[in-house]
């Protein structure tokens, strides 16, 4: 069983049930993998005392996948609990394990969460190296981890106030979203390629993207306050100026 097969992320409280469950009829390496995502759940809920007494009762037991979930779950509950710093070493050490036993998926996860406690300026380089590991790997669940990444990179592009370049990267993580097929990851994927087309005062483009999101979101009875807001932006806007994010 791959964790992910339980993982909901919008419900934690859920996901911390199912992996208490899980975790509870399994045995060795899986009942290690099991309770570093219980530890994520708890985490998840801002229950970092609990989250911590989780992986600090986990040991390894000789399985570089556990050691590297445990490595990175770690990571995790220090950057959640508000201590970056202390947060970036676990991250280092967990892409150097999963290097050494050629765990792809767990590498560019790894690689990601570095690129989130890094200095600005280091951001780009560490996501390009997330991206490689990804663009090479025969995991699946490693080649898939590309369209968060572009995300990531287009905001380090935004951040910086360069949304041409935002802009590229974004339709690219679009187009990654397409291939992986998830619906609503792929709408969000649009609103943030209608984001950066308003921040480059391109309005009746981002305009048109953001309509027909909403026309999406009204046929399946949702609704997303975020595309709402585009649109009144958008049909605020008087002239070509950019508008401010």
Not at 88 to 97: D, I, L, P, T, Y
Not at 157 to 162: F, V, Y
């Amino acid at each position: 069983m791959h964790p992910g097969d339980l993982w909901d992320f919008d419900d934690p409280a859920g996901s911390e049930q199912r992996f208490r469950a899980a975790s509870a009829a399994a045995e060795g390496e899986q009942r290690g993998i099991l309770l570093t995502q219980l530890a994520r759940a708890l985490g998840l809920q801002e229950r970092y005392d609990d989250a911590h007494a989780v992986l600090d009762d986990l040991p390894p037991d000789g399985s570089a996948e556990v050691e590297c979930r445990l490595l990175l779950e770690q990571g995790r509950v220090y950057r959640s609990s508000g201590d970056p710093d202390h947060a970036r070493r676990f991250f280092v050490e967990a892409a150097q394990v999963a290097e050494r036993a050629g765990l792809d998926e767990l590498r560019v996860d790894a690689l990601h969460m570095l690129a989130l406690v890094s200095d600005p300026a280091e951001q780009e380089a560490v996501i390009e190296r997330a991206l490689a590991v990804a663009a090479a790997s025969a995991d699946p669940r490693a080649r898939d981890w590309d369209a968060s990444l572009l995300n990531n990179l287009g905001m380090t592009h935004a951040d910086n106030g360069d949304f041409r370049r935002a802009l590229v990267v974004f339709e690219d993580a679009l187009a990654a979203r397409e291939r992986i097929g998830d619906t609503g990851r792929t709408r969000v994927a649009r609103w943030m390629v209608a984001w950066a087309l308003r921040n480059l005062g391109r309005h009746e483009e981002a305009l048109a993207l953001q309509q027909a999101l909403k026309a999406e979101l009204v046929a399946l009875g949702e609704e997303d306050p975020y595309v709402d807001e585009e649109i009144a932006l958008l049909q605020d806007v008087s002239g070509g100026g950019t508008a401010g994010p």
